[in-house]
C-alpha cells in the first residue's frame, strides 16, 4: 500500500511523479497517515484533508529553499513523510521519536517549532521582510487555516502585510470546521463565500484562472488583473482581504492536485504579498473521520475495521470532573456563564453547551478577547468561566492583568492542560501558569488534587468576588481520595499523613498521588513521612511555614516549573515573614525547602508519566530524593 | 474663563445648555485641560481633539446607566471634568489626585481602568452579553481610535460582535494620527476613506444622515438602510467592516456637536452592535499642538504664552542612552533592526527611525505581530531589536515563548519602562517582566545601572546567539558610573564597594544608583556595606551564592515585584545548588536573603521617586532597612 511512498525520498523524487501517480501517492500517504494514528493517537481528520494540498505546494515550491510556515501546525504529516521522515513517522509523538507537529531539529524544511495558532502570516511576514533585507528570492508561503485567521495575531500580520514588497504567498486553508463550529463574523463571510460556491464553481473557478497561467513570461500586474476580473461574483471574497489592500485568489477545489500545481507556481511570480483561498474537506478518505472530523481532530489510538472504528472508553480525567462539575454549579446557579477559544471539547465543556445553551460561548481561537469579554460579564453581575489550555492562555496574560487581576473582577480562569502534556510536546506544555498569574494581585490559584477537590474549587469560586484560576492536568482522577477530605478552605492546605521522620514532601494538585505513593515506599523501609496537599498556590497557607519553624526538611513538588512556581512562592513568603517578624527559626528553615519541578529547559514529547520522571516527580523519584538526602543529612552530621 | 463649567456639576446640569452655551463649554474644556497638563504634564492633543465628541456622547446618553467604555484611555480628560471631578482635576496624575487615565474608584462613569489598547470592543461584547442575560436596557458605547482598532485584540472583539443581539454602538474616534504615523492597512483604508472626503463632504454626510432621524418612532430596519444606502460613496468606508457583518456609519464630522448629538440619539436605537465613524482633529484649539500633536501626544509640564510654548529640556534618560546605543550598534552592523509599535518617540527610535529608515518598523499598536516578525528577521540572520515597553510587552508574552525562546532566536528586548512609571500609575508599571521572562529557557535578561552598561549590553546582545532582554526605567542616567567599570560579561555580576560588615546591598539595574547613596550614608554612621551590581536577572551570578555562603546578609534590591523576581529567582538557585552540592554552608545562608521591591499590590500614580519610596527602594529606606535588620541581629545574638 505504500509502493510509491516507499521510492520518494525527497523533492527530487517528488518531481519525477506523474499525475496519476501523485494521485496513488495521496491515497498511499493517507493509508499510512491513518493506520500510524490509529496505532500512536494525533490529529487525523485535519491531516486526511490537506494531503493534496501538501503534494501540490512540495511540487511547486522547493522547500529546501523556499519556507513554508505552518499555522498551529498539527496538519504537517504529509510534509513530515515526503521531506524524509517516512521511516521515523511510525515513532509521532513518541519519545525520541517525531514531533506531531514542525519542528527545526527534525528537518530544515520545518521553519518554526509552532502549535499555538495566529503566527504562520505573522513568522512569514518577519521571512518575507528578511529576504528583503538580504535580496534573497526564496518563496515564502505561509499557509493559514480557517480556524488561525480569526486570531488576533493573524490579523495584526495581515494588517502590516504591506510592508512586503517581494512574493509573500499566504495559502488558507479553508475547511469550514475549524477546532469547532467557529462562531464569528469572519467564520460567517468565509461561509457566506462558500454558499455562493458549488464545487462545480470551484472548477470553474480555478478553469478560469488557469486561462491566465502560465504567467511566466507575461506581464504579472495584467495578468493579475485580468485573473482577477474573471473571478469577480456575487459575494464577492475579495472584499474583506482587498480592504486591506491583499490581492485575493479563489476559492478553489483543495483536492485538485494538478490545478494547484499550477496555480501555485504561477502565484509564486506575484511580486507582493497575496493571499489564495483554498478549500479542502477535512477527515477525506477515511469514512469514519470524514463523516465526523471532530470526533477525528484530536484522538488517541484507535481500531481500525473497514470503515468501523472504535476509540477506547477513557478512565475519567480531570476535564471530565471539571466538565461534570461546572454543568452542576451552572444548574443551582443561573448566573454561571462557559467561554471557550474554540475548544469545547478538550477542555470539558460539551455537556455545559448542551444543557446551558444560551449560558455558552464560543470566540473562535481567540483567547485575549475571552478574557475581556468575561470581565464584561462580570461587570454585569454574571460569572463567568472562562476555559482555556494553560500554554494557550498565555495569550491573555496582558487582558488577565489589565482586566481581571487591576480591575480585581471575579472571573474564573479554568485552566486545563497545567503541567506536562505528553505527547504534544514543548508547544503545549503548560508549565509557567503559576508564575505568570501569580505575579499578578488579587489572583487565586487553587490545583484540585481530585474530583471533591475539583468540585470545592469551583465552587469556592463561584462565590468569590475577586479573579480564581484553577490549574489541572491531562490525567486521570484518582478512583479514591488519598485521605479522608478537611473542609476546603481559601489559602489552606490539608495534612494527608503525619509522619515522624523530618521530612514533609508538600505536593500542590496531582503530584499530591505520587507524594502518597512514595510515603507509602518510604514507610516500607522505615522512614515515615508527613504529605501535605497544598491545595493553593496563592494565597499560600501561612502554616506552611510551622514545618520550618520546626526545622523539616520541606520538599515543594510541583509539575510546574521551578522557577516562580510554587516552591519559589514558599520561600519569599519565608524570607519575608522571618525578616518581619524577626523570626530566627523560620530563617534557619528557608535553607531546608527542597524544590522539584522543571528546570530550566524544554521538555520534549514523551508520555507523561516519563516526562513527571524526568522532573523528579513519580513516586520513585521523589523516594530517591528523600534517601539521597537523608543520606545526606546523616553523613554531615 | 470657565464661566460656564463652573455650574456643570453632572448630568442635568449638562443638559439644560443651548448649543451655543455647549460650543463656549467645549471651549472653556480645551481651556482648562491645556492649563492643567502645562503644570501637570499628561496627554494633550488627544484631549483638545475630542472635547466635541465628549460633549456629544454625554448629551446623548447618560452615563449614570449607560455605559462608555475608554481604550486606552488617556483622552478622557474632559468627561473627568463633566463627572464630577472638576475640581480634582487640578491635580491630575498627582500622588492622591485623579488618574490620568478612567478609574472606577474615582467615578462609576469610568467602567474599566484602562491604558493598554485594543480593550474598548472587548469587554464592550462582554457588557453587551451580560446586559442580554440580565434582560436590562442600558446603552453601551465602545470609543476606539484608529491607532487601537488595529490591535489584534479589537480584531477579535469585532470578529465576535455578531454575539450581541442588542444595542452596541463602536464609536471609531479617527484622528488619522494614532501616536505616531500608523502603517499598515487599516490605517491605509481609513486613509483611502478620509481621502475621499473634505470637510465640506463630511458637513453632507451628516446632513443626509441626519434627513432620516428622527429614528423613533419610525421603523429602524428600514431607516437604517435607507440611511446606509444614502452613504455609499466612491470608495465604500462600509467595505470592510460589512464584510465582517457590522453597520458601518460615517464618517462624520467630531467637531460637529449639534449633528452628533442627534446621531448619537438616532443611533442609540438600533438593535443590534453598530459602528460610527467620526472625524476629529488632534490638538484642536491650542495651535502649538495643532501645529505639533504628536510632540503634544503625551508631555510634561510646559508654558503657556500666547501661541508660544516651551518645554523644558529634559536631562539625559535611560531611553535617549538606549536610542544613542542602538544608532551607534547599526552604524557598525547593518544586521540590526529597529521595530516599534507605534511608539518611536517613547521608545526612543527617532534617531535610528532619521538615519535608518529601510531598517526601521513600526507595526502600529500590534506588540504580538511585532514578535513574531522579529522572530522571521532572526531566522534570516537579521539582528532585531524589538522596542516595547514593559506593561504593553506583556501582550507579546506567548510571542515571546514560542518564537523566540522555544526557537531559541536571537530576538532582542529592548524594555523600556521597567519598574515603576510614576504618574501613569498601575495600568503602566512594568513590575512583571522578570517574572514573565525568567520563566522561559533560553533567555538572557540585562538591567544597566548607567549608560555605559546600556552600550555593553547592546553589545553583548547584538553578537548573542539567543534571545537577550534589556530593561531599563523611565529614569534619568547617573552622570558619573558609580564605580570604576569592569569588564561587562554575561551572567557576571560586579562589585562596586567592599565593606566590613556583614551586609551586602545587592541592586540589580537603576537602583544600584540608590544601593550606593545609602550605603555613603551608613558608612557615615559607621557601618560599612558590600554593594554589588548584579547586573543580569538571568543567568544569575553563581559567585553570588559566595555571599551567601560567607554567612552575609545579603538585600536583593529591585525595582520589581518581590514575586518571581530577581531575589526569588537568587533564593530558587541556592536552594537548588545546596541541594545538588549538598553545600551545608549554602543552606545555612538562604534564610539571610531579604528581597526588597514591590509587594503583591497595585501601586498608585505618584512620582517614581515615591514609589521606590514605598517599595524600599530609596537610599533612605535601605538605611532604615539595613540598621533595622542590624539592630534585630544584635538583640538576637
Redesign the interface.
Known amino acids: 500500500m505504500t509502493k510509491l511512498l516507499d521510492k520518494i525520498n525527497g523533492y527530487d523524487d517528488l518531481q519525477a511523479l506523474t499525475l496519476e501517480q501523485l494521485t496513488q501517492l495521496a491515497e498511499e500517504l493517507r493509508h499510512l497517515i491513518t493506520h500510524t494514528v490509529s496505532r500512536t493517537g494525533g490529529h487525523l481528520a485535519s491531516n486526511l484533508g490537506i494531503v493534496e494540498l501538501t503534494l501540490a505546494m512540495h511540487r511547486a515550491f522547493d522547500f529546501r529553499r523556499d519556507r513554508l510556515l505552518w499555522d498551529v501546525g498539527h496538519q504537517c504529516y504529509a510534509h513530515k513523510i515526503l521531506t524524509g521522515r517516512r521511516d521515523a513517522f511510525s515513532q509521532l509523538r513518541q519519545e525520541n521519536g517525531l514531533s506531531g507537529f514542525p519542528s527545526?531539529a527534525e528537518s530544515d524544511t520545518d521553519?518554526?517549532?509552532?502549535?499555538?495558532a495566529?503566527?504562520a502570516i505573522?513568522?512569514?511576514?518577519?521571512?518575507?521582510?528578511?529576504?528583503q533585507?538580504?535580496g534573497t528570492n526564496e518563496k515564502i508561503v505561509a499557509l493559514v487555516g480557517d480556524a488561525s485567521i480569526?486570531?488576533?495575531?493573524?490579523?495584526?500580520?495581515?494588517?502590516?502585510?504591506?510592508?512586503v514588497k517581494r512574493q509573500l504567498l499566504i495559502v488558507l486553508n479553508d475547511n469550514s470546521m475549524a477546532i469547532d463550529v467557529t462562531?464569528?463574523?469572519?467564520a460567517?463571510?468565509l461561509s457566506r463565500v462558500r454558499l455562493s460556491h458549488t464545487y462545480e464553481d470551484l472548477r470553474d473557478t480555478t478553469n478560469r484562472m488557469l486561462e491566465h497561467l502560465p504567467l511566466i513570461g507575461r506581464r504579472m500586474e495584467e495578468t493579475l488583473e485580468n485573473v482577477k476580473k474573471t473571478l469577480r461574483m456575487a459575494i464577492s471574497p475579495s472584499?474583506?482581504f482587498e480592504?486591506?489592500?491583499?490581492p485575493y485568489f479563489g476559492p478553489i477545489d483543495g483536492h485538485d492536485t494538478a490545478s494547484m500545481i499550477e496555480l501555485f507556481k504561477g502565484l509564486s511570480h506575484l511580486n507582493g504579498p497575496a493571499l489564495l483561498h483554498v478549500y479542502t474537506k477535512k477527515g477525506k478518505g477515511f469514512t469514519p473521520a470524514d463523516d465526523n472530523p471532530r470526533k477525528y481532530h484530536s484522538t488517541g489510538p484507535f481500531e481500525i475495521n473497514g470503515c468501523e472504528e472504535k476509540i477506547a472508553d477513557g478512565e475519567r480525567t480531570f476535564t471530565d470532573a471539571f466538565g461534570d462539575g461546572l454543568v452542576e454549579l451552572a444548574e443551582r446557579d443561573d448566573k454561571v456563564?462557559a467561554i471557550t477559544a474554540a475548544m469545547p471539547d478538550g477542555t470539558g465543556l460539551v455537556k455545559f453547551r448542551e444543557r446551558f445553551k444560551?449560558?455558552y460561548?464560543d470566540?473562535?481561537i481567540?483567547e485575549?478577547?475571552a478574557v475581556?469579554?468575561?470581565?464584561?460579564?462580570?461587570?454585569?453581575?454574571?460569572k463567568?468561566f472562562v476555559c482555556i489550555y494553560s500554554t494557550?492562555l498565555?495569550?491573555s496574560?496582558?487582558?488577565i492583568?489589565?482586566?481581571a487581576s487591576?480591575?480585581n473582577l471575579p472571573v474564573v480562569f479554568c485552566i486545563d492542560r497545567s503541567g506536562v502534556v505528553g505527547n504534544d510536546g514543548?508547544?503545549h506544555h503548560g508549565l509557567?501558569d503559576i508564575?505568570?498569574l501569580?505575579?499578578?494581585?488579587n489572583l487565586t490559584i487553587a490545583a484540585p488534587a481530585d474530583e471533591w477537590e475539583m468540585r470545592q474549587a469551583l465552587s469556592l469560586a463561584a462565590s468569590y468576588k475577586s479573579p480564581f484560576a484553577i490549574r489541572y492536568p491531562k490525567e486521570k482522577t484518582p478512583a479514591k481520595p488519598y485521605a479522608e477530605h478537611t473542609s476546603y478552605q481559601l489559602g489552606k492546605s490539608a495534612v494527608l499523613q503525619h509522619g515522624d521522620s523530618d521530612v514533609v514532601l508538600v505536593g500542590l494538585g496531582t503530584v499530591v498521588g505520587q507524594a502518597m505513593r512514595a510515603a507509602q515506599t518510604l514507610t516500607q523501609e522505615g522512614i515515615s513521612v508527613t504529605v501535605v496537599n497544598a491545595r493553593f498556590a496563592k494565597p499560600l497557607d501561612e502554616s506552611l511555614l510551622d514545618w520550618l519553624r520546626e526545622g523539616k526538611t520541606v520538599f515543594t513538588l510541583e509539575d510546574h516549573?521551578?522557577?516562580?512556581g510554587f516552591?519559589?512562592?514558599l520561600?519569599?513568603l519565608?524570607?519575608?515573614t522571618?525578616?518581619q517578624l524577626?523570626d530566627?527559626r523560620?530563617?534557619?528553615?528557608?535553607?531546608?525547602?527542597?524544590?522539584i519541578g522543571a528546570q530550566?529547559?524544554?521538555l520534549p514529547a514523551a508520555s507523561r508519566t516519563r516526562q513527571l520522571e524526568w522532573m523528579g516527580l513519580t513516586s520513585e523519584k521523589i523516594v530517591e530524593a528523600v534517601k539521597h538526602?537523608r543520606t545526606?543529612h546523616i553523613?554531615?552530621m
Open positions: 527545526p521553519v518554526f517549532s509552532v502549535g499555538h495566529g503566527t505573522a513568522t512569514a511576514l518577519g521571512l518575507a521582510l528578511g529576504a533585507h538580504n480569526v486570531n488576533g495575531l493573524s490579523f495584526e500580520a495581515l494588517n502590516n502585510i504591506g510592508l462562531q464569528g463574523a469572519m460567517k463571510f472584499r474583506l480592504s486591506l489592500n491583499i456563564i444560551s449560558r460561548y470566540v473562535g481567540a485575549s478577547v475581556d469579554m468575561a470581565a464584561g460579564l462580570a461587570k454585569q453581575g454574571l463567568p494557550f498565555q495569550r496574560f496582558d487582558q492583568f489589565q482586566e487591576l480591575q514543548p508547544t509557567w508564575g505568570y501569580r505575579l499578578l494581585p516549573s521551578i522557577a516562580c516552591g519559589s512562592a520561600m519569599e519565608a524570607a519575608q522571618a525578616h524577626n530566627d523560620l530563617r534557619d528553615g528557608i535553607g531546608k525547602i527542597i524544590p530550566d529547559a524544554y538526602c545526606q553523613r554531615t
